[in-house]
């Protein structure tokens, strides 16, 4: 039961992270469009990465 | 044109071995009273139950099954060889003796041992055993586990995909010998070669070192590519959302960067070098096991969760047409499945990229760690 709950903020959470990462990569990207490629890359690396704590959550949690 | 001559000559060659193969195979077998309530099916559960099903590794090679008027199972699919290596020896028999059996009622007698195949693993019953029994935490009281070296369903995608990318890539590099510019399926593959080795090898690893894992990210990045794409064709794959298969690709990232560190590397790592000395050790605790056991679990859980997510989604959606068709009638209910499934199943081949070149990406980011140098002091 805590576990769940426990996965269930964890997955909240990444999906805040996930919103500001996107965010702040479209204002980068809105800033500095000559920079589209370098911000994509950085921003696809650390959406995975908070992805893969938001799995290891729910996989840990179920 | 003749590319595509000859493409259709290969999938009606495929097409027919294909069906040759799956009308030999078709066998039958009693089903079982306690899913059938009356001549109604809980559909729901069954669903579940499939889809379950699917996600992990099977001993046959079930393409399809349907339960016949007089109540009999159907299947269709190939048997595959179980090899298993226990007291006696080696001992390889074909999964049909199993009679697509899965909760141990159908024993196997082999070289005066007994084996019952439950929720796909195999276990070797005692001697005085006659039937399989459990207790209350499922696990078995008269049997035992034993080593399996099956070439099961992933086994078979393993080996097909891997065949196909050697057949793919030896012909690719066989036409640089001979002309500049290759002609064919080769076409396609060398900006994806290019791809790899400019947008990830290069700019993660450096100028200096990119040479020396540009072949493992290539055969890697393809790898879990292709078989992610292959996981989407009705076959029924699910290679890369199996736990074994990305927890032995990520030991193969772990094992590289960890063989390849430099000096700097690991002083960095169990010594940092400009930090006061009592925080030292803590320190050299979180960098150890970032390096040794989050980042090799993090690229395992990910791949596998992503890929398994995908095939439940986009089952569930094609389920859609049993679950709703009370509600929204046969028409309804099928149409909406359709749609829904076909753009997630859009949205997957996106996935199936997005996962490898993630996977690659990220070995390359921890190869690059490893292997750059710490000249500068800071």
């Known amino acids: 039961m805590y576990n769940l709950i426990g996965a269930g903020l964890i997955v909240i959470g990444a999906g805040i992270g996930l919103g500001q990462i996107g965010g702040k990569a479209m204002e980068g990207i809105a800033r500095q469009p000559e920079a589209t490629g370098k911000i994509q890359t950085a921003m696809i690396i650390i959406a995975a990465l908070l992805e893969g704590l938001a799995f290891g959550a729910l996989f840990l949690g179920k | 044109m003749k590319i595509a001559q000859k493409t259709i000559k290969f999938l009606t060659i495929a097409m027919v071995a294909f069906f040759t193969a799956t009308t030999f195979a078709s066998g039958t077998d009693k089903k079982h009273d306690d899913q059938n309530d009356g001549g109604r099916v809980n559909t729901k559960e069954e669903v579940e139950a499939y889809i379950l099903h699917h996600i992990k590794d099977s001993h046959d090679f079930s393409l399809f099954s349907y339960t016949g008027d007089n109540g009999e199972r159907h299947h269709f699919g190939f048997p595959l060889p179980i090899i298993l290596w226990t007291s006696e ?24 041992l007994k084996f019952a195949k439950v929720h796909s693993k195999i276990y070797e019953l005692d001697q005085s055993a006659s039937s399989i029994s459990f207790d209350e935490t499922h696990h078995p009281t008269n049997a035992h586990k034993v080593l399996d070296f099956s070439i099961t369903k992933s086994v078979v995608g393993i080996l097909f995909i891997g065949l196909l990318l050697l057949f793919w890539f030896s012909r690719l590099a066989k036409q640089y010998k001979t002309k500049k510019v290759p002609t064919g399926f080769a076409r396609v593959l060398e900006p994806l070669v290019i791809y ?53 690709l990520a030991i193969f990232t772990l094992v590289i960067y960890t063989v390849s560190g430099t000096k700097g590397y690991w002083m960095h790592m169990v010594w940092m070098p400009g930090v006061p000395v009592l925080i030292r050790p803590v320190l050299a605790i979180i960098e150890l096991a970032g390096a040794l056991l989050i980042k090799p679990f993090s690229l395992l859980v990910r791949l596998f969760a992503n890929i398994s997510a995908g095939h439940i989604v986009v089952m569930s959606l094609i389920a859609i047409m049993f679950t709703l068709k009370e509600s929204l009638g046969v028409v309804g209910a099928t149409g909406l499945s359709l749609v829904l499934s076909f753009f997630i199943t859009l949205i997957e081949v996106l996935v199936a990229f997005l996962q490898a070149y993630i996977f690659t990406m990220l070995s390359a980011l921890f190869i690059g760690m490893a292997v750059e140098d710490h000249d500068e002091h800071h």
């Open chain 2, 89 to 112: 020896g080696l001992v390889t028999f074909m999964s049909s003796e199993f009679h697509h059996n899965d909760d141990g009622h159908v024993i196997v007698e082999k070289k005066g």
């Open chain 2, 196 to 248: 790899v080795r400019d947008e990830i090898a290069k700019p993660n690893i450096g100028e200096k070192h990119y040479r020396r894992f540009t072949g493992y990210l290539l055969t890697v990045f393809f790898f879990i590519w292709v078989l992610n794409l292959l996981g989407l064709t009705p076959f029924g794959f699910n290679v890369t959302g199996q736990l074994a298969v990305t927890a032995c």
